[in-house]
């Protein structure tokens, strides 16, 4: 008796798509890249040592540039317009972790008025946000 | 007539070594896209508004930070250095040592982020700074 075998034919992946698929991830790049796009003010960031993550699973950045006006999300606001944003954030999520970006050259009078808003909000803890002193740049202070 | 067939070519999934590089890109891009938004800098406990506590003198070390940066202890200037040994010394008689800084309204922040710093080093618990009132004279 003859036995038929069947001839098993190779795993076949068509080359062609390869293409699409590029410009998927491309288009899925893009799209990530917009998500995570945050309005930076330019600011020299300070710098220290010993720094730790703060990262939060919920924030909320205020920038404060070396004029001392503040900013949320790109936007210029008045202090009491900050406070109100606060409140509002605090009130929706309580963990939210208040960070301060802050120019190193900004008078102090600025990052206390904040922390003065955050203390009669009853927000027990705030972030100073630093960069690491890089290499060349790190002055022995 | 006979109808030739022709077979389609493609990529044998054995050598298909760019799904591969693929898959290892988007690694790296996650990767850096999650590296690039992690901030770092110091967590600080507030405390509530109004709120007192009592200090004894001698667990106590004061420093004031003027407009310039300028490091002063009860008056006098000292340097970061003399801080430091001040603080250690402190803390080696007292472990609950509390390090009070005042701030003048002008001073530049990145003074505060090195104080910051050192508390840090030197693993002191209880820190607390605030804002001075008003400028302090000369030679005070």
Known sequence: MKVIRKKRRKPFVPISTMSDIAFLLLIFMMLISLIHYRREVPIQYPEAEHLTRTEGAKKLEIWIDRGGRFYVGGKEQALQEIEGLIADTIVQDPSTQIQILADRDTPYRNINALVEILKQLQHRVVSFVAREPQKDEYRNR | ?140
């Open chain 2, 1 to 140: 007539m006979k109808v030739r067939t022709h077979r389609r070519t493609g990529l044998d999934i054995g050598e298909s070594a760019t799904l591969s590089d693929l898959a290892f890109l988007l690694i790296i891009f996650f990767i850096v896209i999650a590296v690039f938004t992690v901030h770092k800098g110091f967590l600080l406990g507030l405390p509530e508004p109004g709120s007192t506590r009592i200090i004894p003198r001698e667990e106590l070390l004061q420093a004031e930070l003027t407009a310039s940066g300028e490091l002063r202890s009860r008056g006098t200037p000292i340097s970061t250095e003399e801080l430091i040994r001040m603080a250690e010394s402190l803390r080696k008689d007292r472990p609950n040592m509390t390090f009070l800084l005042k701030i003048d309204p002008e001073t530049p922040y990145q003074r505060l982020v090195d104080i910051v710093d050192i508390v840090r080093r030197l693993d002191i618990d209880n820190f607390s700074f605030s804002m001075m009132e008003e400028h302090p004279q000369p030679n005070e």
